[in-house]
C-alpha cells in the first residue's frame, strides 16, 4: 500500500514540475520574441535616426537585452 501512495505523489509531482517548466518556457518564448522584436525595431532606423536618440548602431543589441530582460 505504501508503494501505490509513493507512486502517486511521484506522477503529481512529475507533472506540476512538467506543468512549471512549460509555463517558464512559454514566459522565455514571450521575452524572446520581445527582445527580436526590440532589435528589429531599432536596426531598421537609419545611423541618423539612432544618432538623434543616442544610439550607435553595434549597441542595439545590449539595449535591447537591457530593455527586455532588465
Not at 39 to 49: C, I, T
Amino acid at each position: 500500500m505504501a508503494f501505490v501512495q509513493t507512486a502517486q505523489t511521484a506522477r503529481i509531482d512529475l507533472f506540476a514540475t512538467l506543468r512549471t517548466s512549460i509555463e517558464e518556457f512559454k514566459a522565455a518564448r514571450v521575452l524572446r520574441q520581445k527582445y527580436k522584436s526590440t532589435v528589429r525595431e531599432l536596426a531598421r532606423m537609419s545611423d541618423r535616426e539612432l544618432a538623434d536618440i543616442g544610439v550607435n548602431r553595434y549597441d542595439i543589441k545590449g539595449i535591447a537585452k537591457a530593455h527586455v530582460y532588465g
